[in-house]
């Protein structure tokens, strides 16, 4: 059975940190690109950062660019999400994403809450 265990959300003011983890168990198929999503109040889901499989290229929103840093550990099959200058917008619940050969997973998401 597949697992997404999300952990590192919380309230944090503005201007502070915060570090997602996301670790991922009983994919067989392997793992590939690794994700995190967020989605604020009354807003669609949107991609924050992306990483591939071996780490080597990632892709962020350009709302988070130099504020936020994706990475991965593949020993461990986790992914993290280190967030910067955190500000009031970054406000949502995140999602971490696995894709895996022929499935793609989502976590069951983390508050953040950064207040002014």
């Known amino acids: 059975q597949v697992h997404l265990v999300e952990s590192g959300g919380g309230l944090v003011q503005a201007g502070g940190s915060l570090r997602l983890s996301c670790a991922a168990s009983?994919?067989?198929?392997?793992?590939?690109?690794m994700a995190w999503y967020r989605q604020g109040p009354g807003k669609q889901r949107e991609l924050v950062a992306s990483i591939t499989t071996d780490g080597g290229s990632t892709n962020y929103a350009d709302s988070v660019k130099g504020r936020f840093t994706i990475s991965r550990d593949n020993a461990k099959n986790t992914v993290y999400l280190q967030m910067n200058s955190l500000k009031p917008e970054d406000t949502a619940v995140y999602y971490c994403?696995?894709?895996?050969?022929?499935?793609?997973?989502w976590g069951q998401g983390t508050q953040v809450t950064v207040s002014s």
């Open positions: 009983g994919i067989r198929s392997g793992i590939n690109a």
């Open positions: 994403n696995v894709k895996a050969l022929y499935s793609n997973y």
